[in-house]
């Protein structure tokens, strides 16, 4: 056959291939808006599902390494829909992956489960009135993200059951995210070495997602704790040496370090361990610091620093001194291609409708917090996040310097190793203090209820797109390998030798659990946890009620 036959035969039948192509492509893309439509559909139906998830997690209030109940309660719910569980999984007796599917893409969906200490708190009730006084609660509002994922995976299951679509959902939940003691473990065991992209869920005041660096400090969790010798602290005081001692210098050495640190550096410590009793010089004393930067290198700088202050506060005081790696965290580096394909979701569903009940709630949280925002509930959707500015400021001394950040996450070490994105749903207040009591009180009420069912549309939405264009994915690894991990490479903070600290808040969980017990929440009797504990929505005091009223006044 010679050219020009063959450049006939082409301009002939192009067209038809093309409108084939076309034909084909328009109904797949039929196809993914029918199963979009009927997961939407699915979940509103499940809301019942989602609000029950919620509750009880609130109920449970587990601190981290120590969510026993959640454990039990979440494993034995996906057991029943059929998912294969792992149990104790990287040495810690409350994690666990289960999955369920076959074959590609896998898509790991994970969420934190732990709470704070000491922020027991009423939910719908606008000012502190704990549950349990002195007791940990949900003070940041991860009850709601396991609630989240649930729903939206049982209804992709479904949907994926129904239509013989192939694929793998790993679910997961982050063990003692306030602690930063987990997603390195999971990561250095290779739980995620098979998986294709990683959505996660946490709380927060809008439905958002972002890409790239977003912010995020790393992070190395470290206790230093000093041995010295035990004397009568009256009768023979010069025969101790006190590790007490050797703990306050260290802290005050730091303290007056902090003035020659970078401005990007973020420190803070507490006394763990301060001895026994003030007649015994204290043998024993630790204390535990979070150290934080913007970067690998510096934080392993600045833990370096910690390390000469140990010896020189030991060598002060005659005494020795160990320290254990207690968790850690990368600073953060979120997929693109996932983040923008999210946002279109976003975009659909859009932010819940909140009732007046859920306002007047909010602003008088707000108020009773002395907020700079007193605005209510967001009403309108966030944009897309993008990365923050990454030029370097030159500072005097000629030192580049980025932009200065806050929190830390080890969800980034699990974005270091597989594509990685972060849904935000709108479940809390804004403007709180966070890490605080009064970030509980939305978070078993009406407002996280319709944040969950929000965010659970977003997420199967955006897991139909993953499983039905294999395009995404492709892109998704393409950034990944070609941008995001060109140039940086990701090291542990934590090595062979560490293991999870499974220990901490053992003793604090001993104290209270039994108290909590008692306010578990019983689906069966109870339509939500406000009816059960007998909670009036919202509830506030007279002195709330009239500065409110005078604020609408006088509009």
């Known amino acids: 056959m010679n050219l020009f036959i063959k ?155 129904k239509n013989k679509l192939s694929g793998t959902l790993m679910l997961w939940p982050g063990i003692a995210e306030e602690l930063l003691g987990a997603k390195a473990f999971y990561v250095r065991d290779g739980y995620f070495k098979d998986v294709d992209a990683c959505i996660f869920t ?57 003035e020659h640190l970078e401005l990007t550096q973020r420190s803070h410590y507490v006394v763990s361990d301060g001895g026994d009793q003030p007649n015994v010089v204290p043998s024993k004393a630790s204390v535990w610091y979070y150290f934080r930067e913007r970067s690998y290198p510096k934080i392993k700088t600045l833990f370096d620093k910690g390390i000469k202050m140990a010896e020189g506060a030991a060598l002060m005081t005659d005494t020795k001194f ?30 819940p409708t909140w009732s007046s009940e859920d306002q007047i709630l909010a602003k008088a949280t707000q108020k009773e917090l002395q907020s700079p925002n007193l605005a209510g509930l967001d009403t309108k959707l966030d944009t897309l996040g993008t990365p923050i500015a990454s030029a370097p400021t030159v500072m005097m001394g000629g030192q580049n310097m980025v932009p200065l950040t806050g929190g830390s996450d080890d969800i980034s070490d699990i974005s270091w190793s597989v594509p990685t994105v972060v849904l935000v749903y709108p479940s809390n207040i804004p403007g709180l203090p966070g890490h605080h009591w009064s970030n509980a009180i939305s978070m078993a009420t009406p407002i996280a209820h319709k944040g969950v069912v929000a965010g659970a549309k977003v997420e199967a939405m955006t897991l139909l797109d993953m499983l039905l264009k294999p395009e995404l994915i492709q892109q998704t690894k393409t950034y990944y390998t070609d941008e995001q991990t060109k140039e940086t490479k990701y090291e542990s903070l934590i090595s062979s030798k560490e293991i999870p600290a499974i220990y901490l808040n053992k003793k604090i969980m001993a104290e209270f659990k039994p108290k909590l017990e008692k306010f578990y929440y019983d689906p069966s009797k109870y339509k939500s946890y406000l009816e059960q504990l007998g909670i009036k929505y919202p509830t506030l005091r007279d002195d709330q009620r009239a500065a409110l009223e005078k604020k609408n006044a006088g509009k």
């Open 7 to 161: 450049t006939l035969l082409a301009v002939f039948l192009m067209p038809g291939l093309l409108w084939a192509q076309g034909k084909g492509q328009k109904a797949a893309d039929n196809k993914l808006e029918s199963l979009k439509q009927e997961a939407i559909k699915a979940i509103e139906q499940r809301k019942d599902q989602a609000q029950q998830i919620n509750d009880m997690l609130f109920s449970f209030a587990e601190l981290g390494f120590q969510e026993e109940e959640s454990f039990t309660y979440l494993t034995g719910i996906l057991e029943k829909e059929g998912f294969t569980i792992q149990k104790g999984i990287a040495g810690m007796p409350t994690a666990w992956i289960a999955t369920w599917g076959s074959g590609k893409p896998v898509i790991a969906i994970g969420s934190d489960v732990d709470c704070i200490p000491k922020a027991s708190q009423k939910p719908g009730v606008a000012y502190k009135d704990p549950i349990v006084e002195g007791a940990p609660g949900h003070g940041e509002g991860h009850n709601s993200g396991q609630a989240l994922n649930i729903v939206a995976a049982l209804t992709v299951k479904q949907l994926m059951e």
């Open 202 to 258: 946490h709380v927060g005041d809008n439905l958002s997602v972002a890409w790239g660096d977003i912010g995020y400090n790393g992070m190395v969790s470290v206790k230093f704790s000093f041995e010295g010798q035990a004397a009568h602290a009256a009768g023979a005081p010069w025969r101790g040496r006190s590790a007490l001692d050797a703990v306050e210098l260290m802290n005050i050495g730091w303290n007056f370090r902090r």
């Open 322 to 351: 160990t320290y254990e790696i207690l968790g850690s965290a990368w600073p953060g580096h979120f997929n693109k291609p996932i983040a923008i394909d999210m946002y279109q979701n976003i975009k659909r569903i859009g932010l």
